[in-house]
Each structure stands twice: as structure tokens, then as C-alpha cells.
């Protein structure tokens, strides 16, 4: 097995687009979302349209691409948001070489 970095961000469904475009950027090749909900600082509002206010979005990448997306959703532009990020190693199998 190879390890590599999982990447999850929880974010506001208005500034996922920007976080998913600088995530490709940074170097990884796919991610995957799944719209969700929860409680903590931030007061939960539902986007009137769609009923989605918030994204989790996961990323399996190389150590220096985990690293670059966490500093991104860290910046000070994203400090009015709600954002949680934080990320672990998980193994892969060695016939999945895209993550290596």
C-alpha cells in the first residue's frame, strides 16, 4: 500500500466553486462532493433555491498538494465563511498510481 493525504473541506455552497477550481489547480486530479449539513459556530441557512448551504468536499493528494489547498481555504479572503478543513493519511493500493 501507498500513503497518501485526504483533504476535506467543509465549506459554504457559495464559494465552492472557487475552492474546487484552486484544488484542480494545486495538482489534484479529481475530488468528490456531497452536499451536507451540521451545527457549530456558524448559523446553518439553507440556500432558498436548492435547500444545500453546505458542501463536503474530499481530496486524496500528495503531501505538498494537501498542504497548498489547506494554506488556500486558510487565507484571509475566506475568513468571513465558514470553512473546516483539516486532513489525514490514508493508504491506497498500489495500482491506483494517479495519487502518487
Known amino acids: 500500500m501507498g500513503s497518501v493525504r485526504r483533504v476535506v473541506i467543509i465549506v459554504d455552497t457559495s464559494i465552492e466553486s472557487l475552492i ?3 484544488v484542480m489547480k494545486s495538482g489534484a486530479r479529481g475530488y468528490n462532493c456531497v452536499y451536507c449539513f451540521g451545527k457549530g459556530r456558524h448559523e446553518v441557512l439553507e440556500d432558498p433555491f436548492t435547500g444545500r448551504s453546505r458542501v463536503r468536499i474530499e481530496v486524496l493528494v500528495r503531501e505538498e498538494v494537501a498542504e497548498a489547498i ?5 487565507e484571509s479572503e475566506f475568513a468571513a465563511y465558514p470553512i473546516t478543513a483539516f ?3 490514508v493508504e491506497v493500493h498500489p495500482n491506483d498510481e494517479h495519487y502518487f
Not at 70 to 74: A, N, P, W
Open 20 to 22: 474546487l477550481e484552486h
Open 70 to 74: 489547506m494554506d488556500f481555504v486558510h
Open 87 to 89: 486532513m489525514d493519511t
